[in-house]
């Protein structure tokens, strides 16, 4: 199973930039897809996550200014993030969870919010 992320950059704060996951081996529509992040020195933290019937979730430092989706036919999930911060400075990983001992990360992504 592969979960290949992209869109990782360096950027400025107050950019933008879009992740993407591309699954292959699986087929997300029965998994509940997310993004978590970690940046140094920190565990990693949950930033959003879908549900197989389209539900979303955000941690608090994110929401309004990040937006998770899916598109099922395409096997890939992607992670839209506006306006932002140094704080959001870390590598994103992709999660693919069906349930308890089956689910599956990405390598990661790495973003840097900076001047």
């Known amino acids: 199973v592969h979960l290949m992320e992209s869109g990782g950059d360096l950027v400025q704060p107050g950019g933008s930039l879009r992740l993407s996951c591309a699954a292959s081996e699986i087929d997300i529509i029965v998994y509940i897809m997310g993004w978590y992040r970690q940046a140094p020195g920190k565990q990693r933290e949950l930033v959003a996550q879908i549900t197989r019937v389209g539900r979303t979730t955000y941690a608090d430092s994110v929401k309004g200014r990040f937006t998770i989706s899916r598109d099922n036919p395409e096997n890939t999930v992607y992670l839209e993030m506006n306006n932002l911060k140094p704080d959001d400075t870390a590598v994103y990983f992709c999660?693919?969870?069906?349930?308890?001992?089956?689910?599956?990360w990405g390598q990661g992504t790495q973003v840097t919010v900076s001047e």
């Open positions: 999660n693919a969870y069906f349930s308890y001992g089956e689910e599956y």
